[in-house]
């Protein structure tokens, strides 16, 4: 029978789903501004199209920050101590945004928000990646994706309810002082305290990373760690394999020329490539964009908010299909069948907005493009960006790939409008559907399979170095 056959699944549950909340307080943070737009709007008096995107966009600046400092201030303080971090920042700034009586003031917490966000969506991912027994990692790490979708969606329904209570007609003074105008939008990003709280308290009873205690020193501490995961053997054995891979280099810091070593940079390369393809397969567009695309397809405003929920419940069912199916099927067939179908959707919706196809074609179209998403690119992304990288600069790995995803999502957001504007819906679609084309030859080149191996073994096959040797010799 082989060590750690047997888990304690409670025990991992546990710890994953406390880490995995920070994916929830992304989500919802990150879709709820759309609510709240009609009414903050209106409240602060934005005047101009600078300041309405500056709003909009003002908490990207955020998101990269904190997936810059996160890397190395999770190498160096560990990854449960920048969980809470993030916590305390969205509990924080989710009410001093809703409570802003000035639109500075709501910019500069939007972007203290976005830093939680960004911290998030480097720290979470990892440190489940590396509390997770090999054949539970790729559910365990997709589990943070599925409450990420949870919290979009939640904020969906919220908006929706919401903006139901706004008359049809009602001018932009009547939206100022109406309720939802004065505080409405307030409690939509208030509310958010609610799960922070949740997330610090719970955050402060999981464990620290066992490999992070390895690389720091602390090895009986990460040894019972293990132990509790999946017994006395299993503990031994996994611990045995983290110091094998550290050899002589278990302390200290990540030197730039580590990450320049040829191993480690064509890891490097496949962790930023994904990050990128992930963006600018153009499904953000959807949700970013939602509003102008039902628009352009005939619905009205009623109809337009209706179609956002639908996409978030297609969204958060097939994010539980892809749950149970990461670690069957596999990292890498997922992924090529998501760049493949999502290629295909866009092609079609390209071609529905060339032949002037209105209403429930493209609604469909849009649901099938979703499906192929969350089933793939959505939730593999952030499994194999959390195992691939070695044991050493997962850390600082991470960082830089998820740094990658947000400035992908930064321009994806930003050239959108300019695309769609020299080259019409079916050309922007088409062009998404080239991106995605070019990702699939990509994962099949470069992209291996992980499933069911250790971190472990996943840096020996991607970096081509023995476990224990250092650059000077033999262990």
Not at 150 to 161: D, E, F, H, K, P
Not at 286 to 299: D, L, P, Q, T, V
Not at 326 to 353: K, N, Q
Not at 412 to 418: C, K, Q, S
Request: glycine share 12%; proline share 3%; net charge positive.
């Amino acid at each position: 029978m082989k060590a750690g056959e047997h888990y304690n699944t409670g025990y991992v549950w546990s710890i994953s789903v406390a880490a995995a909340l920070g994916g929830l307080l992304f989500g919802y943070d990150w879709v709820v501004i759309g609510g709240a737009k009609p009414f903050y709007e209106k409240f602060f008096q934005l005047g101009s199209e600078e300041l309405i995107g500056w709003a909009n966009s003002c908490a990207l600046i955020g998101c990269l920050v904190g997936s810059v400092v996160s890397g190395a201030m999770s190498d160096r303080f560990g990854r449960k101590k920048l969980l809470i971090l993030a916590a305390v920042l969205f509990a924080v700034s989710s009410v001093l945004t809703g409570w802003a009586g000035h639109f500075p003031s709501f910019v500069s917490w939007r972007i203290v928000g976005g830093v939680a966000i960004g911290i998030a969506s480097n720290v979470s991912p990892t440190y489940i990646a590396e509390i997770s027994p090999a054949p539970w990692r790729g559910r365990m790490v997709t589990l943070n994706q599925l409450t990420i979708v949870v919290g979009i969606l939640a904020a969906q329904i919220v908006n929706w309810l919401i903006a139901e209570k706004v008359p049809d007609g009602a001018t932009a003074e009547m939206i100022r002082r109406s309720w939802n105008g004065q505080y409405g939008w307030r409690w939509m990003f208030t509310v958010v305290a609610i799960p922070a709280v949740i997330f610090f308290v719970t955050a402060l009873f999981i464990p620290e990373s066992p490999r992070w205690l390895a690389k720091n020193g602390e090895k009986e501490q990460a040894r019972r760690i293990l132990a509790r995961i999946g017994g006395e053997q299993y503990g031994a054995q996994i611990l045995a394999e983290i110091q094998a891979a550290l050899g002589s280099e278990a302390e200290g810091g990540v030197a730039l020329r580590e990450l320049l070593a040829p191993g480690i940079l064509k890891v490097l390369t496949i962790g930023v490539a994904l990050a990128v393809l992930q963006q600018w397969s153009g499904i953000n567009i959807i949700f970013n964009y939602a509003e102008e695309i039902y628009r352009g397809a005939g619905y009205g405003v009623s109809g337009i908010l209706f179609n956002i929920v639908i996409t978030g419940t297609i969204n958060l069912a097939l994010t539980l299909v892809a749950l149970s199916l990461v670690d069957r099927i596999g990292r890498r067939s997922l992924m090529l069948f998501g760049c493949g179908g999502i290629a295909l959707s866009h092609l079609v919706l390209g071609l529905t907005y060339r032949a002037g196809i209105k209403g429930l074609p493209v609604l469909l179209i849009t649901l099938c493009t979703i499906g192929c998403y969350a089933l793939s690119l959505a939730p593999v992304t952030w499994v194999l960006i959390s195992e691939i990288f070695p044991n050493r600069v997962r850390g600082i790995g991470v960082s830089i790939s998820v740094s990658a995803l947000w400035s992908a999502s930064f321009i994806l957001t930003l050239t959108f409008p300019i695309l769609n504007r020299a080259l019409g819906s079916a050309g922007t679609f088409w062009t998404y559907a080239g991106i995605c084309l070019a990702g699939l030859f990509f994962v099949l080149l470069r992209v291996p399979e992980t499933k069911g191996k250790t971190l472990e073994e996943i840096e020996r096959e991607l970096t081509g170095v023995r476990a224990g040797l250092s650059s000077e010799g033999s262990v």
